[in-house]
């Protein structure tokens, strides 16, 4: 069963996928950017709940810093946007709308949009485990 992500009412919806620097950077300016724009919801899909500086990631291996110094939580980087943990499995670009997959039991959703951002280092082939960003539904 696939369960739809409601919509507020009369509210534009913006969806981004990919919680990496594109997808949250992305988000961060829209956020700053609509502040005072009521009209807008922001929505942000990645598989993990958290952000990953990876510039600094040699220093985890070399024991020179805590995995915690690296790592920042979504929703405590991104406190007006809603964030869906899950995996996007399907961009149907005709009819603006994601499939996602989500919790334990890989729970089906839907999520509609009027505009979206795709940042899942869909410009890279060096991530290729995200059939939705290489498949050709868009
Ligand atoms: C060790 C290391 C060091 C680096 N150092 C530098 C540096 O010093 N300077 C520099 O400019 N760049 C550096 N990079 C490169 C930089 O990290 C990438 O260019 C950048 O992360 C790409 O951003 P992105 O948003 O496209 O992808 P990512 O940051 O990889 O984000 C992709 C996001 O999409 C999510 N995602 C993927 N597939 C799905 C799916 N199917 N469903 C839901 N979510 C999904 C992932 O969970 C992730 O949150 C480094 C990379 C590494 C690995």
Same mark, same amino acid.
């Given at each position: 069963m696939v369960v739809q992500v409601k919509r507020r009412?009369?509210?534009?919806?913006?969806?981004? %996928?990919?919680?990496g620097f594109g997808g949250v950077y992305a988000?961060?300016? #829209?956020? &700053?950017?609509?502040?005072? !724009?009521?009209? /807008?919801e922001i929505f942000l899909v990645s598989q993990?709940?958290?952000?990953?500086?990876?510039?600094?990631?040699?220093?985890?291996?070399?024991?020179? %810093?805590?995995?915690?110094?690296?790592?920042?939580?979504?929703?405590?980087? #991104?406190? &007006?946007?809603?964030?869906? !943990?899950?995996? /996007?499995?399907?961009?149907?670009l005709p009819n603006k709308r994601v499939l996602i997959s989500r919790g334990y039991r890989n729970h089906s959703q839907e999520i509609d949009y009027d505009h979206h951002e795709i940042a899942s280092r869909c410009h890279?082939?060096?991530r290729s485990n995200s059939p939705?960003?290489?498949r050709g539904k868009f």
């Open positions: 009412r009369r509210k534009k919806r913006i969806v981004v %996928l990919g919680g988000a961060i300016h #829209l956020e &700053k950017l609509l502040a005072r !724009v009521d009209a /807008v993990d709940n958290f952000f990953l500086f990876t510039p600094m990631l040699h220093e985890i291996a070399a024991s020179d %810093l805590e995995i915690t110094n690296i790592v920042n939580p979504l929703r405590k980087l #991104l406190r &007006k946007v809603e964030v869906l !943990v899950g995996e /996007v499995n399907e961009i149907d890279s082939a060096a939705a960003f290489g």
